[in-house]
């Protein structure tokens, strides 16, 4: 035993620890400034975020120190865990912010399920496909009806919060795995062909009277400048107001003023591309490309299949927060109402992000051992 911790600390992935730590301290220094208050010369959001991150370690390192046949057995109950809590949340009820209901109060702190959900899935899925692989053939129509349903039953749970975009957040994710986990090319167009036909009652019936209009304001915002279109012409003013080196700290009129809406969560990419500018925003880019790319070297060298796919789900969540956060914060995608992982304000999606990686490391340093 002593041998084996030897060699796992020795195979430490501090590159990883150290990319996490940075992004980790960029989000504090950012809510500093979006959440300030002049009146009492101090930022709340920063404060609680804080708590959240030191907490947020701890179980990083809890995460590190469980193997994949750990996580494999736990892989079940987290998502039967999270399942529960949605289904809750539809018949008990919870925390209704923002006209949707998707918090669950612990009394001293909330909980959102779907973010646990986030995790539950990735682990399911990457034991699914560990266990279950034909990379000849790839998955067609006939074998892949279990990770569908696995990825479609909370997605639709989150949906009836409602919570479009953690929904699509989710099914991103689910799909990147089933790509990678030798998704057929026919398979993806017979599935593309119901999803287009289903289109036009899909915005009919599905959608609700609020997230039509998300979608038809990101079309053309300025119809509405001061309603459906505010968030999005207001963010684009911040981000290009920022110009090559932006305003410096805490001197954004955008966020300031409070112009920006929701600027400690989903649009706390303008507060930096105003105060930071394009040079600090490019800087942050590339932090989050070095740890994608990172993320996929580790799990290229994953010695077993289980924890290459956990690392490849944590990648793809990544990226998608990233990849929709920022472009409805840019204007070329509609406000769906996603986070900025690691730098937005939030303890459930910053714990949940954490434990991933926190199990990408422990994993991703046990690989020798199986080798």
Not at 105 to 127: C, T
Not at 287 to 306: E, I, N, P, R
Not at 361 to 366: D, E, I, K, M, P
Request: charged letters at 10%; one cysteine or more.
């Amino acid at each position: 035993m002593p041998l084996i911790n030897k060699r796992i600390i020795s195979n430490f992935d501090w590159l990883l620890v150290l990319f996490t730590l940075i992004l980790g301290l960029i989000g504090l220094i950012v809510l500093g400034s979006a959440g300030y208050d002049p009146d009492e010369d101090k930022s709340a959001a920063l404060n609680s975020q804080a708590i959240y991150l030191v907490g947020s370690w701890f179980l990083f390192f809890i995460a590190t120190a469980i193997g994949p046949n750990g996580w494999k057995r736990l892989s079940i109950p987290v998502y039967i865990v999270g399942i529960i809590l949605l289904l809750y949340i539809i018949f008990k009820g919870g925390i209704v912010a923002g006209g949707a209901r998707r918090w669950i109060s612990l009394g001293f702190v909330r909980m959102q399920p779907s973010e646990i959900m986030k995790l539950g899935l990735i682990l399911v899925l990457s034991r699914y496909f560990s266990n279950y692989r034909d990379t000849q053939k790839g998955y067609h129509l006939r074998n892949m009806g279990i990770p569908l349903l696995l990825i479609i039953f909370p997605a639709a749970l989150i949906l009836k919060q409602p919570d479009l975009g953690t929904a699509l957040c989710l099914i991103a994710i689910g799909m990147s795995m089933l790509f990678i986990a030798g998704l057929r090319f026919s398979t993806i167009l017979k599935l593309s062909i119901p999803v287009v036909i289903l289109t036009i009652p899909a915005w009919h019936f599905g959608l609700k009277d609020y997230q039509k209009q998300r979608v038809l304001t990101f079309l053309a915002p300025e119809q509405d400048p001061l309603g459906k279109g505010y968030h999005a012409i207001q963010s684009k003013i911040a981000v290009g107001s920022g110009a090559v080196f932006g305003k410096g700290y805490r001197k954004g009129t955008q966020t300031q003023l409070r112009f920006l809406p929701e600027q400690n969560t989903d649009f706390i990419f303008s507060v930096l591309a105003e105060e930071w500018g394009f040079v600090g925003s490019v800087v942050v880019l590339s932090l989050y490309g070095m740890l994608l790319m990172h993320l996929l070297s580790v799990a290229s060298k994953m010695a077993d299949s289980f924890s290459m796919y956990v690392t490849i789900g944590t990648a793809a969540l990544i990226f998608w927060h990233v990849f929709i956060n920022i472009g409805m914060v840019i204007g070329v995608l509609p406000v769906v109402g996603i986070t900025l992982v690691l730098l937005s304000y939030g303890g459930s999606s910053l714990l949940t992000c954490m434990i991933l990686l926190g199990i990408v490391t422990g994993l991703s340093a046990r690989r020798y051992m199986f080798a």
